[in-house]
């Protein structure tokens, strides 16, 4: 008896469970962010660049991609959609994919002037070179002096620079260390380690939730003896952070897609 009120209460709320499960994974596509086109090494979204300039950042972007592999995009953006820019870069780096498969080499400078921020997003191969000390200074010195002067193109061109010569083992924050810069170094990169330990990926909340409901819904179709119906297997996000995008400009023959971010690099608010 109590065997037949089960499968009975299973064949009711199945039904309920399933349309759970489609509402939940519609509201979580809903929420997705929309992530900007990757039509280049200089996305400018925002337009805070020159043609000029972004013909001569992706010249130099090319020069350091072609001999290493190693790819470092520019990207500006009219807005992070209600998330933290740290959020943001690693959702946005996963998405495009950029950096080598297995080397993970990819960095990008991102610039949200609407919230005023910006962000330099490293790859996990390239930790060890753009390192924390590294691309803190390179914000701190060569970008938000430039943005808080009302002068973004050449924050941006400067700190693209910087990064170049970091990559080439070039650059040394020693203009950022000692006198009166000592404490505020200090107090940065203690905060810059607070966000690298507790990144949490926002996104395994809704995964988890639709998992969930989905295993309940596969149960109460087999006890329910319902498999000619629609079984909830092999549901897919078609837009997730694991997901890589190509590239491919007009005569280099590159493209992005295989590497991956874990919330290293520094932020910055002007």
């Known amino acids: 008896m109590r065997a037949r009120m ?26 997705e962010p929309k992530w900007p086109e990757l039509t280049g090494r200089v996305v400018d979204e925002a337009g805070l660049l020159s043609q000029q300039q972004r013909a001569e950042l992706d010249s130099k972007l090319t020069q350091i991609e072609t001999p290493s592999g190693t790819q470092l995009v520019v990207v500006t953006v009219n807005s992070l959609q209600g998330l933290e820019i740290e959020e943001y870069g690693v959702g946005l780096g996963r998405h495009w994919g950029i950096g080598q498969v297995g080397k993970n080499n990819g960095a990008m400078l991102i610039v949200a002037p609407n919230e005023r921020e910006v962000r330099i997003e490293v790859g996990y191969g390239l930790e060890g070179v753009l390192t924390d000390a590294i691309t803190a200074s390179i914000i701190q010195t060569d ?120 919330g290293g690099g520094s932020s910055g608010r002007w």
């Open 6 to 31: 089960a499968i009975a209460l299973w064949r009711g709320l199945w039904p309920a469970l399933l349309l759970a499960a489609m509402l939940a994974s519609q509201s979580v596509s809903a929420a």
């Open 143 to 262: 970008i938000l002096p430039a943005f808080r002067a009302g002068h973004m193109d050449q924050g941006i061109v400067a700190g693209t620079d910087s990064l170049l010569k970091a990559l080439n083992g070039d650059y040394a924050p020693s203009q950022w260390s000692g006198g009166d810069n000592a404490e505020l170094q200090t107090k940065l990169q203690e905060q810059m380690r607070q966000e690298n330990d507790f990144f949490f990926p926002f996104w395994i909340v809704p995964v988890a939730f639709i998992s969930f409901w989905l295993a309940i819904v596969i149960l109460a179709i087999r006890f329910g003896k319902k498999g000619r119906g629609t079984t909830g297997r092999g549901w897919t996000s078609s837009s997730s952070f694991g997901s890589s995008s190509s590239f491919s400009s007009s005569g280099s023959g590159f493209s992005f897609g295989g590497g991956s971010f874990g």
